[in-house]
């Protein structure tokens, strides 16, 4: 529960952070700072997720399960996304 809980408030503090700093240096689409803050640190963490699970399967050691990797992309997709542009939206219209 926390960790939804923490994820829901970093989503919408990294959209509103980064839709001001957007803002101060006279950016004028806020949708476009949104897509790039949603989608450029988080895949960045997927791809090396994806990587060192590849790795292990390889090795035959502990490997996710595809169950647990999906639950984790539904969460950064719907969680993630939802608020990062939330907090953008706040962060330009402020």
């Given amino acids: 529960m926390i960790a939804f809980f923490m994820t829901i ?3 919408v503090l990294a959209g509103y ?3 001001r700093f957007y803002k101060f240096f006279n950016g004028t689409s ?3 700072c949104a897509i790039a803050t949603a989608l450029f640190i ?6 090396y ?3 060192v699970d590849f790795v292990d399967f390889w090795e035959r050691t502990l490997v996710t ?5 999906s639950l984790v992309l539904i969460t950064w997709v719907l969680l993630n996304f ?9 962060g330009f219209v402020m």
Avoid at 42 to 47: D, G, L, V, Y
Avoid at 82 to 90: E, K, N, V
């Fill in 30 to 32: 806020w949708l476009k």
């Fill in 65 to 69: 399960p595809f169950s647990m990797m």
């Fill in 42 to 47: 988080p895949s960045i963490f997927a791809f």
């Fill in 17 to 19: 952070l980064s839709a």
């Fill in 9 to 11: 408030m970093t989503g």
């Fill in 49 to 51: 997720f994806i990587v």
């Fill in 82 to 90: 939802i608020t990062i542009f939330f907090g953008s939206w706040l």
